[in-house]
């Protein structure tokens, strides 16, 4: 295990401290970290927003019950010992002095060569203000800045957004959270391509017929309508989660695996994005989906998307990738299909052979999956599918994974900007998505419980969606 005690001490300045990210993610993931011993010897934790939740020590108590919730075996004496370096202290965008204040008692506590580490897990419009206030008050300074997606809420806010950041900071003190990067199995997709000569010479339009990246959503809005209301499926899933992932599947082998080599890789993809045909995006919204607290009786929000985009490089000319996400679906799953191309002759009779697949389903227990075809055993020349099923977890019962947030946490306390998306990326994403978004095809009803809306069913074309029948 690396010896991240070498860490400089850090405070870490937590906006939204009292929100759903902290109370699932956030705090349990430096209860994990603290586990492992990844965290700096010395740093605290400064909850931080409008509303103050009481005293520190009520606020604590709040901060122990989510990870009573969220952590399964807690030990008590790792959790104590997070709980008393934690503090709130309320700010908002007109004001921070308190905050000031208290940043400034903790660096004089923690000693020299103190890290910032101001962490904005707060709705896109609160993000400006507050990252203004942050730097009227010098708390930029030496600090990294993390911002929770969606950066923005289109091209213009997003813009808007980058501008006031690079006010106060410089792109390297900037983290743009998005959490599907920081996602074990979404690394291995690198892995599976560039270490592997089987793929890595196959990963191209002359092998690959289609991709098709696949995240339906068990889980309804109920709970937070209107953060939804708000953002809609396009904007919290797909110019987002969706399309970085995509970016990993598609980016040009970069020079080395720096941040900077796999950024430029990753921005050149999106950069060959062809523009979306509103023709080929089916948008649903679910049944019952408005009579959620918080959302519009006559909303016309989507929560649900589905997508074919092309990739006009060498590589992709012409590979169709579809993408798909939705709530209250029939099943939870994050999956890439890769089909590839059939072999030219039929040898084995008509449709004996199919195209290959390889799955790779992106959870904490990796798995990837290849179909292959291969002889019924018996007296006739009988072709049948047979699944090779990889469980990716660690060879060494040692090689524990760690959470998407986690691993993100650490990164930015080491300063490694490799998994975070960069300000040219995140532009060209909203150019290519707010075309659709200012005038959006027609939105279909779908069932909860099922795969969407029917419109949506034929998009990939014949062979269909890869999850409706696995
Ligand atoms: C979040 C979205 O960023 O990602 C949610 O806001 C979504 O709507 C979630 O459910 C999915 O993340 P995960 O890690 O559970 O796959």
């Known amino acids: 295990m690396p010896d991240e005690s070498r860490l400089p001490p850090h405070v870490l300045v937590l906006f939204g401290a009292t929100g759903d990210l902290a109370r699932r993610k956030l705090f349990p993931g430096l209860y994990h970290l603290a586990t492992e011993d990844r965290l700096p010897s010395d740093y605290v934790v400064i909850g931080s927003g409008r509303h103050s939740p009481g005293t520190d020590a009520e ?12 952590v399964t075996d807690l030990d008590d004496d790792i959790a104590q010992g997070l709980l008393e370096r934690i503090t709130f202290c309320a700010s908002d965008a007109d004001d921070g002095a308190d905050l000031v204040k208290a940043v400034t008692a903790a660096e004089a506590e923690l000693g ?8 904005l897990s707060v709705p896109p419009g609160a993000m400006r203000p507050l990252i203004s206030m942050l730097g009227r008050e010098g708390l930029t300074e030496r600090a990294r800045l993390v911002c929770e997606k969606p950066f923005g809420t289109d091209l213009e806010s997003s813009r808007a957004l980058d501008a006031t950041l690079h006010e106060v900071a410089d792109e390297d003190q900037v983290f743009r959270i998005d959490h599907f990067l920081g996602k074990e199995a979404v690394q291995n997709i690198l892995a599976v391509r560039f270490a592997n000569g089987l793929f890595e010479s196959a990963w191209n339009r002359d092998h690959i017929e289609s991709v098709q990246i696949d995240v339906p959503e068990e889980l309804t809005v ?5 953060f939804y209301e708000a953002t809609g499926c396009f904007r919290d899933m797909v110019n987002t989660h969706l399309c970085q992932v995509l970016g990993f599947v598609a980016l040009e082998p970069p020079v080395h695996l720096t941040a900077e080599a796999l950024r430029n ?12 045909d509103p023709s080929r995006v089916v948008l649903g919204q679910y049944e019952g989906y408005r009579d959620t607290d918080g959302v519009d009786p006559r909303s016309s929000v989507e929560t649900f998307v589905a997508l ?3 990739i006009d490089t060498q590589r992709w000319q012409g590979v169709p990738f579809y993408l798909r996400t939705g709530k209250a679906m029939a099943d939870t799953r994050r999956t890439i299909t890769i ?7 039929g040898m084995f009779g008509d449709h004996a052979e199919g195209p ?15 179909d292959l075809f291969t002889k019924r055993p018996g007296p006739v020349m009988d072709i049948v599918t047979t699944t090779m099923t990889l469980d990716m977890g ?6 524990e994974p760690l959470e998407a947030y986690e691993r993100l946490l650490l990164d930015i306390m080491r300063g490694d900007q490799t998994l975070f998306t960069r300000s040219d990326e995140v532009d060209r994403l909203w150019r290519l998505v707010d075309p659709i978004l200012a005038d959006p095809p027609p939105i279909h009803r779908y069932r909860r419980g099922t795969w969407g809306p029917r419109e949506a069913r034929g998009l990939p074309g014949q062979r269909g969606w890869r999850l409706d029948d696995a």
């Open 59 to 70: 606020f604590r108590d709040q901060v122990r019950a989510g990870l009573e919730e969220f």
């Open 112 to 119: 020299d060569d103190v890290r910032r580490l101001l962490y």
């Open 222 to 226: 109920d709970g937070r309508g209107s």
């Open 265 to 276: 890789e990753k921005a050149k993809v999106f950069e060959a994005m062809r523009p979306i």
């Open 308 to 310: 074919e985009v092309f």
């Open 339 to 345: 089909t590839f191309r059939t072999p030219p002759m």
């Open 356 to 370: 290959n697949e390889l799955v790779l389903e992106l959870t904490d227990d990796a798995r990837m999956k290849l």
């Open 394 to 399: 660690g060879q060494d019962p040692a090689d």
